[in-house]
């Protein structure tokens, strides 16, 4: 399996237990355990409302797993599949307590995460006949960044920097306070072995990185004719990330003129769900 494609299984065990003692507390499904017989069983169908791209099938099953371990989960689709209204995704079978219960959270993940990765498909295919790379971005729902990172994959994305940890990339603020783009990029390359990449947002800014021997850099929230002088310009074997206010309706035009890669904050920041449902099948 692609590495992009998978969750540490640490990090899915506490998201999930943290989601659901949220909708549980102590108290439980109050509705459902006065309802519903503690041994009344069922079976329901996820079905999807509105088209999309599915993803979340791990995070879901864990959540359905975490809930009953004698919940039976049968999922009809693979991650990465399009969904139509009225596509069938998965049955789940076995105590109607446990299922109501896990209900909401598995389906928040599901919806959320396969908008996330319907988002990005589209981004993807806008860029793909170029040869341009589609990079996510830090601007992610904090506590989901392993699981949008994830849906990102599935969608077709390509993965950045993680975080502050994995990567270096010298913002604006960076230069200032370090006096400069080459005094910044200097420190960097002397304390560090990691790549360095340096956000700019000019022709000069770039040309600058590029001398102080940054191996990238992220030109952010230029015009199309900057990013055109930019890709015809950059020195041989620089990296050039275009950035910044990037829609469906502008990412085709920066693609065309073949920077390296486009990142965009809004497949993981501003998503809409895809519209899930379950029903119990009586």
Request: proline fraction near 2%.
């Amino acid at each position: 399996m692609n590495e992009d494609l998978q969750i540490d299984p640490g990090t899915l065990k506490l998201l999930v237990q943290r989601a659901l003692i949220e909708d549980l507390s102590d108290a439980g499904d109050v509705t459902s355990d006065n309802i519903l017989g503690a041994d009344q069983t069922a079976t329901a169908v996820i079905v999807a409302k509105s088209p999309g791209v599915l993803a979340g099938r791990p995070v879901a099953g864990a959540v359905f797993f975490k809930m009953d371990e004698t919940l039976q989960v049968e999922w009809l689709l693979d991650d990465g599949a399009r969904l139509e209204a009225g596509t069938e995704v998965a049955h789940i079978t076995g105590r109607a307590r446990s299922i109501m219960a896990a209900e909401r959270v598995a389906l928040n993940f599901l919806q959320h995460l396969s908008g996330v990765a319907t988002l990005t498909s589209g981004f993807v295919d806008a860029c793909a006949p170029h040869g341009v790379k589609l990079l996510c971005t830090r601007k992610t729902i904090p506590g989901l960044r392993a699981v949008q990172r994830y849906a990102v994959a599935v969608g077709g994305g390509n993965l950045h920097r993680e975080g502050l940890y994995d990567a270096i990339l010298i913002k604006t603020n960076h230069c200032r306070l370090a006096g400069g783009i080459a005094e910044a990029v200097r420190r960097a390359k002397s304390r560090s072995s990691l790549e360095v990449e340096v956000e700019v947002r000019t022709l000069d800014e770039m040309n600058e990185a590029a001398s102080a021997g940054a191996e990238r850099v992220l030109l952010d929230n230029a015009e199309l004719a900057v990013v055109e002088q930019a890709v015809k310009t950059k020195p041989a074997g620089l990296f050039l990330e275009v950035s910044g206010g990037i829609s469906l309706d502008t990412v085709g035009a920066i693609a065309a003129l073949k920077p390296d890669a486009v990142s965009v904050g809004r497949i993981t920041h501003s998503v809409d769900a895809v519209d899930l449902a379950l029903h119990v099948r009586t």
